[in-house]
């Protein structure tokens, strides 16, 4: 079994005892629902943008805990102070350290900055988790979904109003994609071996069909990673751990935006 097939037997878990607690009507009534969502895909493209896309997390299966101190309102305040495009907050605890109550809190302190649930999304019931608790878009990682359940996603993501990111990794799982998908992103770590390598995007760029918007993810760590990237055609770049290992990530931030300009 590997890793990602662990986190994905536990999710399964999490989901039906998350069930039995809130129902799909209770999570309804959040006033988020009520709430005009923020365009990651329109962010990534508006002129002069810098396309990162800062994470926050406090751990990951593969490097263990990696900021313990970390507050999720005052660091993703900083990154949208530095000048970001997005926010990614991870909302898995046992492998991420990551919470929902993190994702509202990144929300309430940045009402207009796009925000993405980063979580292995399985069911319809996450997406109005997701919703709830003031997400702007949900990400599905096609590895763990077939063809059908991917499309069932992306739709009731939709319907809720939420933008969809599809996370691939091989050529393979781009023929999972379909027309309603806002924007494909390439995990250039492996979710089976945790091998991480920038070519992976690189290669596969050449392969996503131009009507979704391309993003990098994983193993971004220097500006000479985003000058590869942009010229291979990617808009956006979602950066974490760079960040969220040093003691102040959004200082850290700042610093590797500014050596973009």
Same mark, same amino acid.
């Given at each position: 079994m590997t890793?990602?097939d662990?986190i994905n037997?536990?999710k399964r878990?999490?989901i ?11 999570l309804m009534l959040?006033?988020y629902?009520k709430r ?12 002069g943008?810098s396309?990162?896309?800062a994470?926050?997390k ?5 490097k263990?805990?990696?900021?313990? @101190?970390? %507050?999720? !309102?005052e ?6 102070a530095?000048?970001?495009s997005? *926010? &990614? ?13 993190n994702l509202?809190?990144a929300r ?5 900055t796009?925000?993405l649930r980063?979580?292995f999304?399985l069911d319809p019931?996450?997406?109005?988790e997701?919703?709830a ?8 990682i096609?590895e763990s979904?077939?063809k059908?359940?991917l ?9 809720l109003?939420?933008?969809v ?5 091989s050529?393979?799982?781009?023929a ?13 770590r492996?979710?089976?071996?945790f091998?991480v @390598?920038? %070519?992976t !995007?690189?290669?596969?760029?050449k392969?996503i ?5 391309k *993003? &990098?993810?994983s193993?971004?760590?220097n500006p000479?990673?985003i ?5 291979a055609g990617?808009k ?5 751990e760079?960040?969220?290992?040093t003691?102040?990530p959004a200082k850290a931030c700042a ?6 300009k």
């Open positions: 890793i990602l662990e037997n536990h878990r999490e039906e005892e998350a069930k039995a607690k809130i129902s799909i009507q209770q959040s006033s629902f005009k969502t923020n365009s990651l895909k329109a962010a990534l493209l508006k002129e943008a396309g990162i896309i994470e926050f406090t751990k990951s299966p593969s263990g805990v990696i900021n313990a @101190d970390a %507050e999720v !309102s660091t993703t305040a900083g990154y949208v530095a000048g970001v997005g *926010i &990614s907050v991870l909302t898995d605890s046992r492998y991420f350290g990551g919470s929902l109550e509202a809190k309430q302190a940045n009402p207009n796009p925000i980063k979580d999304m019931y996450q997406i109005y997701a919703k608790h003031g997400a702007d878009l949900i990400l599905l096609a979904l077939s059908e359940l499309l069932e996603l992306t739709l009731k993501a939709k319907e109003g939420l933008e990111l599809v996370e691939i990794h050529e393979e799982e781009l999972k994609l379909n027309p309603y998908v806002d924007i494909v992103g390439v995990n250039n492996d979710l089976r071996t091998v @390598d920038v %070519e !995007s690189v290669r596969l760029s392969l069909p131009e009507q979704f918007v *993003i &990098s993810e193993g971004i760590s000479k990673n000058a590869k990237l942009s010229d990617f956006g770049y979602l950066i974490g760079t960040f969220m290992k003691a102040d610093e590797f935006i500014n050596s973009l």
